[in-house]
């Protein structure tokens, strides 16, 4: 009696224990694919900030219930002109102008050259050491639903203003349509010593609205 009553339950897991490993793989292939999704960082374009071989999480939620904001690390998917790439490729770039914003190179009134927004210049601790905001002067307004990214190693990035160049300052050929992006990065989360949040840093606090 007590042997029979010990075997039923272990019959029982093995039988149930396909259906746990099946509901476990489902629910970790819906998270990937509606919520949250590993990448790693392949190149220099986003350092310090984010170095090679950093491993990063990006929420892919969140920008179904508002737009990419000012200063955040978003994952988007690159236009093929900007990628090289026709079955295209995940970029990661940090969100300078959002649809409407007027932004220009430079502000020079002061010890260091600043990037103009809305009228209000901001400094930019987060870009790599030596590096000026940009390599050129610009002034664009970015498209509705558009927008323009920057990496943070301004001198090794491909991204809005190199394509802006490129393209003879075509603006459109330089943003990224809000469509395209992925999602935000918000933690590094590998390796372990590197592990931090990668929040909006303060100095894009007070940019007004255009």
Known sequence: MIDEQTEKPRSSFWKELPI???????VAVLVRAFVLQTFFIPSPSMENTLKIDDRVLVNKLVYDFRSPHRGEVIVF???TEWSGNPNGEDFIKRVIGVGGDHVVCCDRTGPQERLIINGKAIDEPFIFPGNKPADQDFD???PKDRLWVMGDHREASG???EHWQQSGE???EATIPEDQVVGRAFTIFWPVGRATWLSVPEQFDGIPNP
Do not use: E, W, Y
């Open 20 to 26: 746990l490993l099946g509901v476990a793989i489902l």
């Open 77 to 79: 998917k690159a236009p």
């Open 140 to 142: 664009i307004t970015v």
């Open 159 to 161: 991204d809005s203003l």
């Open 170 to 172: 075509d603006i459109t």
